[in-house]
């Protein structure tokens, strides 16, 4: 009877370790290169930029003088990543890319959401930051960082000079 007891309370125990696990603690850790102090948990997505509702109208294309890009606002690929599909749109302006705005992103599950909320915002300045689709993937939010590169690559050579 004993062991019977024991087995019982260790898958318990097991049981609550991996509830509690996936949600209260969503594994994301950045690799940032140095830059800042700024937590995850600090890090918010800006209002009005998680839905197409939120994006930019898209403007006439423009070049610039030796600029790596046209100016305008041009939208990436939707690309499946298995949770949801993940869309941006990139803005460019004086020939560099300013801002990326997600059109799409997983969001139909609340540790879907919890990730993504928090690496959203890395992604875009890194995105700003390297003037590429070329980011850092972000563990925990591996799926969405790809696609978050595949749909902004796609962007930005609609943006390409």
Known sequence: MKK???AALTIGAFLLYAVLLNYRHA???VFHGG???QSLASAQPAPGQTSATGAQAPQQPTAVSGAQ???????????????GNVQVSAVISGGKL???HFLQYPNTHSVSVFINQQAMPYLKSEAIQAQSANVNIISGATLTSEGFQASLA???????N
């Open 4 to 6: 019977y007891t024991l």
């Open 27 to 29: 594994l994301v850790s």
């Open 35 to 37: 830059r800042g102090g």
């Open 69 to 83: 890009f046209k100016d305008g606002a041009y939208t990436g690929n939707s690309v499946n990543v298995f949770f």
């Open 98 to 100: 300013s801002a990326v």
């Open 154 to 160: 796609s962007a930005l050579n609609q943006a390409k």
